[in-house]
Nanobody, 115 residues
Framework: QVQLVQSGGGLVQPGGFLRLSCAAS????????MAWYRQAPGKQREYVAA???????NYADYVKGRFTISRDNAKNTVYLQMNSLKPEDTAVYYC?????????WGQGTQVTVSS
């Protein structure tokens, strides 16, 4: 059974930082691409960042330079370091598996950026 268990998130002031974690089980984590998505209230879920099994990263333009995706294969965990947070980053954030077993999602974690 594949499980993605997220942690981190919370309330932070504009300009602050947070780190999200996503621990995987039930898959061979090291061979999987992984990604982060987010969904703001009243909006569709949108892509944030991805990392390949070899560590190559990609970012949406609206987080480039502020967010960093990384992985620790020894811990079966993918991270999203979020710096210089803006109110428009407020959303529920989800991790997701990619190739070779795409489509598994974490439970979501709320990030709220507000003064």
């Amino acid at each position: 059974q594949v499980q993605l268990v997220q942690s981190g998130g919370g309330l932070v002031q504009p300009g602050g930082f947070l780190r999200l974690s996503c621990a995987a089980s039930g898959i061979i984590f090291s061979i999987h691409d992984m990604a982060w998505y987010r969904q703001a209230p009243g909006k569709q879920r949108e892509y944030v960042a991805a990392i390949t099994s070899r560590g190559r990263t990609n970012y949406a333009d609206y987080v480039k330079g502020r967010f960093t995706i990384s992985r620790d294969n020894a811990k079966n965990t993918v991270y999203l370091q979020m710096n210089s947070l803006k109110p428009e980053d407020t959303a529920v954030y989800y991790c997701k598996t990619g190739t070779p077993s795409p489509g598994y999602w974490g439970q979501g974690t709320q990030v709220t950026v507000s003064s």
